[in-house]
């Protein structure tokens, strides 16, 4: 039996998720957490064979949350479920220590799959996103500014990026308002920015995000 712990703050997507994995028969789901600071706990207390962690979520997101709970359990492996395709978020993922990542448009059957080949040793990450993480590996002279920015910088930029103020993030990670805007300068300086809109165009120019997320 794979026993699982589900991390999403939307409800509906951990429904969702928990309904398909309740039709294996191999699975089953102990514990559920709608924010990073839960999962570590919730991890502590169930020790789950498996993680499926969201990326984005109030407080301690899902990239902290992977690396504490890596950190204590060498038995607890986690695949990230994410809306993000384009490097450098899936090669990040994997380098902190996941054991597989998924974007939120797989289908159950893929999810599946994922959870036997993580849970065996494998990694895991779809075709289409191995070949983009290999090519961008093999591409080094072209560079993707965004990899020079630490877990919580590229979280801070994605969700300036979707026109986020800063009050708005800083209640959302549960931190200072000033502590956001610490965080913003250093990644305008690490990227060469000066404006949010500069952010945002530099994001599209290399495909951290697309117009349609806008």
């Avoid at 993580?118 to 090519?135: E, F, M, N, R, T």
Wanted: aromatic letters at 6%; a negative charge; one cysteine or more.
């Amino acid at each position: 039996m794979i026993r699982l712990l589900l991390v999403d703050d939307h409800e509906l997507v951990r429904t969702g998720v928990r309904r398909i994995l309740e039709d294996v028969e191999d699975f089953t789901v102990v514990a559920e957490a709608t924010n990073g600071e839960d999962a570590v706990k919730l991890c502590r207390k169930h020790a789950p064979d498996l993680v499926l962690m969201d990326m984005n979520m109030p407080g301690m997101g899902g990239l902290e949350a992977t690396k504490q709970i890596l950190r204590f359990s060498e038995d607890t492996r986690v695949i990230v479920l994410s809306v993000y395709k384009e490097n450098p978020i899936p090669a990040k993922v994997m380098q902190m220590g996941a054991s597989g990542y998924l974007t939120k448009d797989s289908g159950p059957e893929e999810m599946i799959r994922a959870i036997y080949k993580v849970h065996s040793g494998q990694k895991y990450i779809s075709p289409d996103l191995a070949q983009q993480i290999a090519i961008g590996q093999l591409n080094l002279q072209e560079g993707n500014p965004f990899e020079a920015l630490s877990d919580r910088e590229l979280e801070i930029t994605l969700m300036l990026t979707k026109g986020a103020k800063v009050p708005d993030i800083a209640v959302f990670l549960n931190i200072s308002a000033k502590t956001v805007n610490t965080y913003r300068y250093r990644m305008f300086d690490k990227l060469n920015v000066s404006t949010d809109v500069e952010l945002t165009h530099l994001a599209l120019r290399h495909k951290l995000i697309h117009s349609e997320q806008l």
